[in-house]
């Protein structure tokens, strides 16, 4: 169970802070739920508790994972299925795992692609979808705004 202040992922919106934990009317039943604020858009998410597992949501990665991820974007790609519609729903799947390497994996293989121009439109949907995610959680982590990680991150990918 989480407790309020703590910083969380949710695989599908991204990082955010538990603000509180509040009993609310979840179609006709009284259940215990989070309320998370994300950190990208400021919207808050009302999730049951005991949805939490289903969802995949975690607490967000330390220092070394912070670390690790750096050097994963910064490392070779790793290769994936050649065709773009396999190699999409195998990517999809993991973002909705939720783990922080696995995001980064695709993150840089797909900017890598994008770079030489052989994105597809949906993973070029994709790419920008994950890399918000993992920008929310690595700006928790070290606690910067998401333009001091976006720039981080940029500057890792050498993208302009």
Not at 57 to 67: E, M
Not at 123 to 143: F, P
């Amino acid at each position: 169970m989480f407790h309020v202040g703590e910083k969380v992922v949710y695989p599908a919106h991204g990082a955010g802070i538990v603000e509180s934990i509040e009993d609310k009317d979840v179609f006709g039943v009284i259940k215990k739920c989070y309320i998370i604020r994300m950190i990208i858009g400021d919207i808050k998410i009302i999730i049951p508790v005991d949805n939490i597992e289903s969802l995949n949501i975690r607490l967000i990665g330390n220092q070394k994972d912070y670390q690790k991820v750096l050097d994963i974007l910064s490392g070779p790609c790793v290769k994936m299925e050649e065709r773009w519609n396999i190699r999409y729903r195998k990517n999809e799947l993991k973002i909705k795992e939720g783990c922080i390497f696995d995001l980064a994996i695709i993150v840089n293989y797909l900017a890598n692609m994008n770079k030489i121009n052989k994105l597809s439109t949906w993973e070029k949907k994709m790419y920008c979808e994950s890399l918000q995610l993992l920008v929310s959680e690595l700006s928790l982590i070290k606690d910067l705004s998401i333009i001091e990680t976006e720039k981080i991150i940029d500057e890792i990918l050498n993208v302009c």
